[in-house]
C-alpha cells in the first residue's frame, strides 16, 4: 500500500479517456485551491465553495492552454474531505492531457488507481464498503446491479454490520461484568437469555451470509452456456435471445467450431452467454478442440441451456449429455417445435421447455424457466441487503465462528473470559467489512482495483 499523506494534493482526469464534449480533470488536496489559482485565470481562492466559473486554463508562461469551467469543493463538503477543485475542459486525449500536465506543473502529483476515494475513506467521508460500491456502482452492467451497488454506497450493508457489531459489544460488556461481579451475575443478564439473544444475533448474520451466492449473480452476471449435438439450433436460440443475427446458422453440421461470447441482460441481471460448437464424435482436430472448449464451457456455467430437437428422435450424442447435466444448473430445451415432430419421450429432468427459435416461440416460457432456475429461493427483493464480496463473505463467516465459540461457552458455564475473547474476535472480523479493523494489505488489495481518476 502507498503511504498515505493526509492533505498531499494529487490531480487525474475523472473521466473516460478518449473523444468527447467534455473531460474533467480533479484535484484534491490541502494545496489544491492554491494549483487551481496557477492554472486558471480568475482568483480561485476568493470564490466559495460549489460555484463554477468559466475562465482560461494558462501555463507557467501565461500560455493558453484551454477554455473551462471550474468548479470548487471546500473541505468537508467534498467527496474526498478536502479541498477539491474540477477542470471542465474540453474533451479528447490532446485537450484533457494538455490540462493535467500544467496541473501537474502548478504543484499536484499524479493521483494512484482509487485515491481520491481512498482520501474520502482515510477522511472519513465513506467506510470500507461504502468505498468498494463505488467501484461496483461503476462497473455494474446490469440494473439490478447498479441498485445492489447503491443501496451499498447508502450504507445498507454498513448499516447491517454495525447492527451486528452494536449487539456484540454488549454481549461483550455483560460477560466482562460477570468477570469482575461473579456473585452478581443474574443483575446484568440470565444466562439463558444470553444463550437465547446471542443465538438469535448468530442466526441473523447466518441469514445475510446466505445472501451471497444471490448477491455475486446480480454483481457479477451469470455465465450461461448452450449446449447440444450439431445442428440442434444453439445459434439461432443465441440469435433469437439476443434479438440480432449474432451467430451464422447454416444446416451444415460443424458450423460453429469455437466459443461465440455475447452480453445479455434478463429480468435486471447481466447474462454471459456463450453459443458452443455442436458435440458429437469426430477426427477433425479443429472441430475436436471447438468440442473440448464446448464440454469445458458445459463444466464451467452457472447455467447451462441443453438443446435437443424436436423433429427428431434422441441420439446417443443427446443421451450422453442429458447423463452429464447437473440438473440443479440446467435447464433442457426442446428446440423447433414449429416442425412435425415425433412423440416425444418424457425425460427424467425437472426443468424442460419447448421452443421455436427461429419462429421466436416460447422465449418467454424460456426466460421464466431461466429465472426460476437462477433464483432457487425467488429473486431477492429490491430492498434486501446482499453482500457481494468475497472478502466480505469469509469475514462474516469468521464471525459467525467466534460467535458460536462464545455461545458454546456460555452454554458450557465456561469462565466468562472465554467467551468474552472470542466475542471481542468476532467484533474484528466485522471490523475488517467495514473498516474499522482493517489492514494496509486489504486496503492496497481493494483500492488497486479502481480506475485512476475515482
Sequence with gaps: MYSYQPGETIAAIATPLGEGGIAIIRIA????????????????????????????????????IDEALLSVMVGRRSYTGEDTVEIHCHGGLIASRRVLEVVFAAGARPARPGEFTFKAF???????????????????????????????????????????????????????????????????????????????????????????HDGRKVEQGVSLCIAGAPNVGKSS?????????????SAIPGTTRDLIEADLTLGGVHFRLQDTAGIRPSEEPIEQEGISRSKKAMERADLTLLLLDAFRPLETEDRQL??????????????????????????????????????????????????????????????????????????????????????????????????????????????????????????SAIFSTFCIGK
Design 29 to 64: 488536496g490541502k494545496k489544491a485551491i492554491e494549483v487551481a489559482d496557477r492554472v486558471f485565470s480568475g482568483p480561485v481562492h476568493s470564490y466559495e465553495s460549489h460555484t463554477l466559473h468559466f475562465g482560461r486554463i494558462v501555463d507557467q508562461n501565461d500560455r493558453l
Design 237 to 249: 436460440l443465441l440469435n433469437a435471445l439476443l434479438e440480432q443475427e449474432r451467430a451464422i446458422v
Design 122 to 212: 482515510m477522511n472519513g467521508k465513506l467506510d470500507l464498503t461504502q468505498a468498494e460500491s463505488v467501484q461496483q456502482l461503476i462497473g455494474a452492467k446490469s440494473e439490478k446491479a447498479f441498485d445492489l451497488a447503491l443501496s451499498h454506497l447508502e450504507g445498507a450493508l454498513s448499516r447491517k454490520i454495525s447492527a451486528f457489531q452494536e449487539k456484540l459489544v454488549a454481549f461483550a460488556a455483560i460477560l466482562e461484568a460477570w468477570v469482575d461481579f461473579p456473585e452478581d451475575e443474574t443483575s446484568f443478564a440470565t444466562r439463558q437469555e444470553m444463550v437465547a439473544d446471542l443465538g438469535s444475533l448468530i442466526q441473523e448474520m447466518r441469514t445475510l451470509l446466505q445472501t451471497f
Design 322 to 443: 442429458l447423463d452429464s447435466l447437473d440438473q440443479e444448473r440446467a435447464i433442457v430445451v426442446w428446440n423447433k417445435i414449429d416442425l412435425p415432430m415425433p412423440k416425444r419421450h418424457s425425460l427424467p429432468h425437472p426443468h424442460v421447455v419447448e421452443i421455436s427459435a427461429k419462429e421466436r416461440l416460447g422465449l418467454k416460457e424460456l426466460q421464466d424457466k431461466i429465472s426460476q432456475v437462477l433464483w432457487e429461493k425467488g429473486a431477492p427483493a429490491t430492498d434486501e441487503v446482499l453482500i457481494t464480496s468475497l472478502r466480505h463473505k469469509e469475514a462474516l463467516a469468521q464471525a459467525i465462528e467466534g460467535s458460536e465459540r462464545a455461545l458454546s461457552g456460555v452454554r458450557e458455564r465456561l469462565s466468562p473470559e472465554f467467551p468474552a475473547s472470542d466475542i471481542r474476535n468476532a467484533l474484528q472480523q466485522l471490523g475488517t467489512i467495514i473498516g474499522t479493523d482493517v489492514t494496509e494489505d486489504i486496503l
